[in-house]
């Protein structure tokens, strides 16, 4: 029997106490909010982290509690929390948990148990990673690519109990992100509803499909190189750890490949920018669509290139490398994999223009963000082909202008899809509308804040401003005008950063104040926005399941008045739709 | 150019066209909940081969590093490997059950069910003390894990398939519960194909795990040059 015939016929177990409804859910619209609140709360931690940084980078010596111990604690549990802990979890837990079932016609996902323990093992490792801050020794500051033999040796901070915490709690990361991923998959392989072929998804399904497959295939090389770690770490053996002399004394340790944990660490390091690209591609592109009243252009084209993104990202990893002394042939290899892969993604980048192009373009909250995004990744992607290739990387690598890259590239390209993101679907979750003001002021400020944050920066890298560094004062080699620039720089980071509190107070009143938003405010045409009940209630779709007969962009359709025409409209309806719309405009038109 | 760009989005899109019929109305795609836990599986399965992928690869790039102690030296302990052949043999035997149980259950015989999957169990368990015991004699023999990375490999992979049976076994644990409770063979028939494909595929990864424990630094050699790690 089908899923979906199967779906229809037994019965709903809908949960009736407190705990099991609002706590130890295994309703997917629950855990995806549980994910979704959790991520943003560690997101605001490092925010307050990176805040901290640029103080001392701006400001030098004016924190009385930041040393250099400190500031590399601050940098490491900044960079691990935003790449794993916020943007994964949120585009993969918040969003995918919230939006497959919704979007694909299903009543959950296929194994809620287990996405129910995907939510508390993240929570686990969540709290792990955080109960780093009260530990004798504080986080790890060994930067958030751990390498070794650094990261493990007398001198780092949190050598003794910070980074095991860090390492254990990715294990348990990835074991959550496992279970996760697993039901995601799962979910649009096998509980589509009638007629949702896999050429009618969303974009949004495809790019967190795509993730989520990329995420079972790249998070195990992290978990192979913490659990190695762990054992040198812990057990004294030499996986990465070669022959050392630490503070006067040789270490027990001999023979060990600190290389052999880079590969391993970026053959999950580089897929994981696509992890979080990928959702972020899918996302945008439905906001582009619905707020351009505008079909995608190429929905075909935009999912092959999602797949040869997926693809081609596991054959790239070693351009993170080209400074470890790598063979030069590599070099070659890796710089042509990279140019190669920007061919797809600059595809996505014409055809997300090319919707737009006389499109009916409403600049609702949720555009802005999107067409920010657009502009912002595409900077951040240009600055990826410059350091894709070696000779160019060789001298910036240990710039800002690597800093400057992966910020916009990795870093705000994707907050600002999560934020548009947000905006959009926040009426569907909730039932009431996000405030337009106080989004919009949201908006420019961090839209304006972090161009003006992270352009400075590539013209410091230029200049051969060096990261890494906890502070620039003294140095000879760096001018008094880039110290101006860092201090610039800083007071636009503090701005963003506390702009970022008129977001929080917008969703925490916005819930409950908000305006009513109905069932479908955007006038969107794919599945989640036909439910029944607004936000939809447990199961989704009542005693039957819908039945989608096109796809989800039929924006702005010749001779029907309403500009657009739900999936769920079948050919019979939109001949109605028609016939009733010409009836209406010659009607307007006799008077 | 207008019209040119509007007709090339619609017509490269299946659903682009909204005087198209659509296609699958009459059936809804997917499977039954058997074939969701099995895809379920089979995904799980493949996670499971990118990380011993991963963590053979690394065996091999670390193999290359001058300080390898080959674990198949002449006195060494896996000169003679007949402990990891007596716990092959355990494993096999703990398939085979299994793979009875399967056939048995697809027929509807309750008894052979119960004895094979039961006897299933045990000889896995069987196969867990034999490796656990093959540790022992390592330690006895003064090759400790930090000792050297062949010996850190060979507790590591041994130890993580081991973990991977063993969570098996929990699985299982909850099949035997359930017969215990008298729960009807239908209803518990998925849950044994299971366990028979997740056995199967263990026992498969272990002879992948013994071939390269048990190799010489020579094959290590050949593969590390054809990975382009030497």
Redesign the interface.
Known sequence: MAYAEQAETEALHEPKSFLTKYVWSQDHKVIAIQYSLTALFVGLIAIVLSGLMRIQIGFPGSLAFMDASTYYQAMTMHGMIMVIYLLTALFLGGFGNYLIPLMVGARDMVFPYVNMLSYWFYLLAVVVLLSSFFVPGGPTGSGWTLYPPQSISQGTPGVEWGIVLMLVSLAIFIVAATMGGLNYVTTVLQARTHGMTLFRMPLSVWGIFMASIMALLAFPALFVSAVMMLFDKLLGTSFFMPAIISLGQPLAHQGGSPILFQHLFWFFGHPEVYIVALPAFGLVSDLISTHARKNIFGYRMMVWAIIAIGVLSFVVWAHHMYVSGMNPYFGFFFAVTTLIIAVPTALKVYNWVLTLWRGDIHLTVPMLFALAFIVTFLVGGLTGLFLGNVIVDIPLSDTYFVVAHFHMVMGVAPVLVVFGGIYHWFPKVTGRMLNDTLGKLHFWITFLGTYAIFFPMHYLGFQGMPRRYYAYDNYAFIPQSAQELNAFITVIALTVGVSQLLFVFNLAWSVFKGRPAGSNPWGAASLEWQTPNTPPIHGNWGAKLPVVHRWAYDYSVPGIEQDFVPQTVSAEELEQMRQLSAGTTIAGVKP | M?RL?LR???G?????S??R?????????????Y??AR??LR??L??VS??FF??LL?FI??SQ????QPLTEPLAPLANPWQLWVNSAFLVLSCIALQWARMAARKARLDATVIGFVLGGLFAMAFLMGQFWVWQQFVAWGYF??GN?AN?FFY?LTG?HGLHLLGGLIAWGRTVAKFLQRVPLPQLSASIELCAIYWHYLLGLWFVLFALLTSTPQTYEAIARLCGLR
Not at chain 2, 21 to 33: I, Q
Not at chain 2, 65 to 68: E, G, I, L, S
């Open positions: 207008s760009l090339n989005a619609d490269a899109d299946p659903g682009g909204w005087n019929d659509p296609r699958g109305t009459e059936a809804g795609e997917g499977a039954d909940r074939q969701i895809t379920g995904l799980f493949v996670v990118s990380l991963l963590f690394a790039a670390r590093m001058t300080d390898w894990v930090a990375p850190s590591l993580v």
